[in-house]
């Protein structure tokens, strides 16, 4: 029966196995990462998308332990959004890192453009660099038909959330990242974080914020740090996550539970 209950108890076990979790993955940074061989390249892909989530991971813990809740939204949606990207990457490899590098190279260009066209000081000195960079890539890969519409559909993937949840038969988390969207945003939400209707029709100022899901942060970084770990640890020699992984499965009550989602389209 699983522990990923949005109670007390539930927040209680999730944050002891996310922080055993945490403390694994960076007790093997202390020594040198031996990449299992033909993993490298992915496993460089991954590596900081790794470490973003582990540390913004610690740091909604510490929030949450100072009593912070709703604040934590942004960073619950950069975790949501990597953790589930992570194995997005892995499953689709080579491919996967080409429609990154590709929607990379169009931010940057997009940005750069945007620098120029505002008339920021520094933008030639961008530009030169970002010319640089582009001309020290490697030629863009010679691609078929077939090819070329996979590499088409990844990067849409990673410019939209519902498709890729959507691909990884997972719309119905879809509303999850949406609510943790307008947390991000200037919303109609954030403008009523801290404002409570009383029972006679006024409103009354919070210092706090109004309860959006009680403990339901602390059990999504828990989760999230456990997929990630289960898509890292076997790319690493000897699976030096393992024992983490197995004990904070055991915790949580999610053993026999599909954590990273098949794709299906």
Not at 70 to 87: D, K, T
Not at 210 to 223: E, R, T
Request: aromatic share 6%.
């Amino acid at each position: 029966m699983t522990n990923l209950t949005n109670d007390q108890n539930g927040a209680a076990i999730s944050r002891a196995a996310a922080l055993d979790l945490i403390k694994a993955a960076d007790s093997i940074l202390t020594t040198d990462l031996s990449v299992e061989a033909g993993k490298a390249r992915i496993f460089g892909a991954i590596y900081s998308w790794w470490r973003l989530v582990c540390r913004t991971s610690e740091a909604v813990l510490l929030l949450t332990e100072q009593g912070f809740t709703a604040e934590v939204g942004p960073l619950m949606r950069n975790i949501f959004n990597h953790a589930y990207a992570i194995h997005w990457l892995a499953d689709n490899g080579d491919a996967a890192i080409e429609a990154l590098a590709a929607k990379d190279a169009d931010d940057r260009e997009k940005l750069c453009k945007k620098l120029e066209d505002t008339g920021w000081v520094r933008a030639a000195e961008f530009r030169a660099e970002l010319d640089r960079q582009t001309a020290a890539q490697p030629t863009a890969p010679v691609r078929t038909p077939t090819e070329q519409a996979l590499h088409g559909k990844l990067v849409h993937e990673l410019r939209n959330v519902f498709d890729m949840l959507d691909h990884y038969g997972s719309p119905d988390l879809y509303p999850v990242y949406a609510h943790l969207s307008a947390l991000s945003h200037t919303s109609g939400l954030t403008a009523r974080l801290y404002l409570e209707q009383a029972d006679d029709g006024t409103v009354q100022i919070r210092r706090t914020a109004i309860d959006l899901g009680a403990h339901a942060d602390v059990v999504q970084v828990a989760l999230s740090l456990l997929q990630v770990a289960t898509v890292v640890s076997p790319m690493l020699s000897g699976d030096p996550l393992r024992a983490a992984i197995d004990q904070a499965t055991a915790d949580l009550g999610v053993a026999g539970v599909q954590l990273l989602p098949v794709r299906v389209k």
